[in-house]
């Protein structure tokens, strides 16, 4: 009895394993014809004309997003809706242009609207003449669509790269969503600063507009690379840059945005230059190697969206150096391509 127990139960292991395998090899075959899903872009921004500098340099490098998100910011959602639909049209950039968050995170709508850096219109006043120049009604510049929409057209999408370049309302709303935090796999984040100087501890707008949507952003575990003030701050394009590009002949609408972002800039006391601080998370993703980064652990004030190092901060790739003529080669190729 004991030689036939012996021998019934290498049978059964036999047969156990001889199915195991099969089952195996069966999966594996149906597994050989799958391909793997596509890396996706997206790209939240409040236009701007660095936003739009932003969205320009992207079409330039064939990198169109798969979506491009309105957020209120530098102007109120329903302009910066107007705005992204007006640029990306006058980039023929065939891309969904939904709405992103029309207030703070968890806030109020803000009230009593005073333009900002880049006007009343958030284009130093030329949106109008480039709509009727592109023939787009005003319907056209209008969403009936909200958060929503976003999130659903958010689900399908797969391996996300988050481009953020205005204030952080609507990611710290989409990451709520389980299912939408688990499809982006980097954020790339225009904003704060680390300046320690006196004087220099007021935030930077994207943060200060909503503070509590930065701090949500920080901790919700995603792997997040900045590009502060401390970088884009000190990256311009001067007078003889700006004539240079102007003598393409080509993106007339675009010398003007360079124009009032000039303009803008020695208004404020500062240099007689452009800075155009939304290009460089596009700039990174072109090319990384032209910049040297440090991963920092950082905390933010909740109430001013001010940026502090701390050992129990998030750890954040920072990005606070690049080679000094990128920008401009980007800029100028931009340019020069028609």
């Known amino acids: 009895m004991w030689n036939f127990g012996k021998k019934m139960t290498a049978l059964v292991l036999g047969g156990l394993l001889v199915c195991t395998l099969g089952a195996g090899t069966a999966a594996a075959a149906d597994f050989t014809g799958l391909q793997p899903e596509a890396s996706s872009l997206v790209c939240d921004g409040d236009p701007g004309s660095d936003d739009a500098f932003a969205l320009f340099l992207l079409k330039q490098n064939g990198q169109v997003p798969d979506l491009v998100l309105a957020t209120f910011g530098n102007a109120p959602e329903k302009q910066t809706y107007a705005n992204t639909v007006l ?35 958030g284009l130093y006043g030329i949106s109008e003449d480039w709509r009727k ?74 943060f200060s507009r909503d503070p509590k949507a930065v701090e949500q952003v920080l901790k919700s575990g995603l792997d997040i690379t900045l590009f502060p003030l401390d970088l884009t ?88 150096g690049v080679n000094p003529r990128t920008q401009w080669r980007a800029l100028e190729r931009a340019f020069q391509k028609q």
């Open 87 to 121: 640029i990306t049209r006058a980039l023929d950039m065939k891309v969904p242009v939904l709405n992103g968050a029309d207030r703070p995170y968890k806030g109020k709508k803000l009230k009593n609207w005073k333009g900002g850096a880049n006007g009343d219109d």
């Open 233 to 320: 701050s000190n990256q311009i394009v001067d007078e003889s840059e700006i004539q240079k590009l102007v003598g393409y002949g080509n993106y007339p609408e675009f010398i003007q945005l360079l124009r009032g972002n000039q303009a803008a800039h020695a208004q404020r006391g500062m240099e007689n230059a452009a800075v155009i601080h939304d290009i460089f998370p596009v700039l990174y993703l072109l090319d990384p190697g032209k910049f040297t980064e440090e991963d920092k652990k950082l905390t933010v004030d909740p109430a001013t969206g001010n940026l502090t190092e701390a050992p129990n901060g998030t750890i954040v790739h920072t990005v606070l």
């Open 133 to 206: 120049k592109l023939g787009l009604s005003r319907d056209q510049q209008q969403s009936s669509g909200d958060l929503e929409a976003a999130k659903k057209r958010l689900k399908q999408l797969h391996h996300i790269t988050y481009i953020a370049t205005g204030p952080l309302s609507t990611l710290a709303n989409l990451l709520q969503d389980p299912d939408i935090r688990s499809r982006i796999d980097k954020v790339y984040i225009m904003g704060g600063n680390l300046w320690e100087e006196l004087g220099n501890q007021n935030a930077e707008l994207n």
